[in-house]
């Protein structure tokens, strides 16, 4: 690898933001209406027409086939096409904008376009199903804007999108004005946020951070709720309401979560349990080195020279199955005092139950060993 490469990677610093996107977008269907000599591409429209809404208005621009209808509704459509393909979208449970574009050949290189844009805020409510499509068709164009007819040079994209600027821009802009549709959306920056924090917005909305930087684009301008929560943390890291404006970023700088209290028996019990199990083994291992020492007395106690570890006797017998191994006993309260003490340092939780009950399990689980090695 050359010097300079190596430079360059070990210059590269590490992401420190995420970013996500958001649509919060109304859906508008783009229908086209095309004569059989027209050269008319619908991807080639999608792909100019969509950066353009997106840029200017609150609509996500989608073909029939991706906004999930069936294309054949508005195949069947030849008579009074508009009321033929608003009843589609009825009956496909769609209530969208409709933009209808036509596009007409008016001879050879050039194309002729006409829009007519239907926005559901202002679309007649409560049709009567018998209405005839005539009837409704006139209803529909009494509350539709429809745009002057423009001549294009066929195949020319970048008149194309000019075309549909000049829509949003000038023929469309009342219309758009008037359902509030031009909304344009703001961005919110979150720093210094714990990665693995989760934030919502509204309710509707929540992402995860996976750096220190977290920024939220699309979103409507407008006020917003926005809380965050950390893992581990039972109340919210920031839970307030922000108003966004279009084309800004608001920047919240995060709050580092609180410690949560300690609970500081569980620490300290630890350690008088490991002390007390020290000073058991001491004794224990002392007394074996005794000479002669007994553990006990009776028929079931243990080999007359003491055993390795001196036990406890709870009967008068001390037949062995009552008597506590003094050694293992204290193995045993070391283990579960240092799991305690350790556990409840190494997390910020104020009742640590699983070090609690670690620190039980190893210690029954060490006596066994210790006594079944004797």
Known sequence: MSPLLLALFFAAEPPTASVVHVKEREPLILLISAAKNAPVDLSELLAIAGPVFEQETSFELLSPERAAIDPEIFAECTEHRIACWYRGLLDANRTPSVLLLGIFSKS???????AIYFDEKSNPKNIPAMESDETLENRLLAHATEAPKRELRAGDAAALEQYFRDLLTGD?????????????????????ISPGSVVEIDDSFAATATYPTLRVEGLRAGKRRVVVRAPGVKNPLLSTEL???????????IAAPPEAPR??????????????????????LARNETPGFRACEGAG?????GGKFSTFCTGAECDGLGSL????????LMLTGIIWALGELWTDREYNYLALAAGIAGGLALYGVSVAAE
């Open 325 to 332: 191994r003094i050694a293992p006993f204290g193995y045993s």
């Open 243 to 253: 108003v966004l404006r279009s084309k800004e970023t608001v920047s919240v700088a």
């Open 301 to 305: 106690c243990m080999p007359s020279d």
């Open 172 to 192: 469309l802009r009342a219309a758009l004005e008037k359902n509030n549709r031009l909304a344009d959306f703001g961005a919110l920056e979150l720093n210094t």
């Open 263 to 284: 609970n500081e028996l569980l620490f300290w019990g630890g350690g008088a349990l490991a002390g007390t199990g020290a000073a058991l083994t001491i004794y224990a």
């Open 108 to 114: 050879p290189g050039t194309i002729e376009q006409v």
